[in-house]
């Protein structure tokens, strides 16, 4: 979420609302269709904002869906920072985050939606998920706690793993998607150096709660 002051007096407040409701239209339509096609008018509509007040925050729909996805991303990764706090173990922090993300298919599914239609291309983004990855993997390098590798290698194997979970809740709500969610973690500690036994523990301690 945006860590900007907040607005100073009434117009800022109503620029800054309209601002917003144009971001959170945006992302419902990627998360129904994935659809950045949409027309500025129906956008518009669908945010309740007159027409002409787009081109007073973005200068195209493409930045309007690219400041969407990105605003999903941080407050999926904010989420996840909230919910983890306290944990210590880069291992455990891999691992509850991509079980986490498996419920919130769940909990959270237009912000899911968002994830699993745009994610790959953010992947390796300067905010949201990825620097967040970034930090607990060289943690994880620094403390030993992973074998020596490249966080930006590692990153892709990571950030491709959690979008083809996300794919498995949305396409396979049958499964049983924390077990799943568990497998693939113990499967991602082992690629990062975490010994079999210990792996399959650290990936099954309990969760926090995701309120």
């Known amino acids: 979420m945006s860590s900007s002051a907040p607005p100073r007096n009434r117009f800022e407040r109503r620029r800054a609302e309209t601002r917003r409701a144009l971001v959170r239209a945006a992302r419902q339509i990627l998360a129904e269709s994935g659809d950045a096609g949409a027309s500025i008018q129906a956008i518009a509509e669908r945010a309740d904002v007159g027409f002409g007040s787009f ?24 989420a996840l920072d909230d919910r983890l706090a306290g944990i210590d173990d880069p ?40 620097p967040r990855a970034v930090r607990d993997l060289e943690a994880g390098v620094a403390s030993g706690r992973f074998a020596a590798l490249d966080p930006v290698v590692a990153l892709s194997a990571l950030g491709g793993t959690l979008l083809s979970l996300v794919e498995l809740r949305f396409t396979r709500p049958d499964l049983d998607g924390d077990e799943a969610a568990s497998r693939l973690a113990e499967m991602v500690l082992r690629m990062l150096g975490v010994p079999p036994g210990e792996a399959h523990d650290v990936a099954r301690r309990p969760l926090p709660d995701l309120g």
């Open 55 to 78: 081109y007073n925050h973005f200068e195209s729909k493409a930045e309007l869906f690219d400041t969407a996805v990105v605003d999903a991303l941080e407050e999926f990764g904010q």
């Open 91 to 130: 291992a455990e922090l891999v691992a509850a985050g991509f079980r986490l993300s498996a419920r919130m298919a769940g909990s959270h599914p237009e912000l899911m939606q968002v994830l699993r239609r745009r994610g790959l291309g953010c992947i390796h983004s300067a905010s949201g998920l990825a």
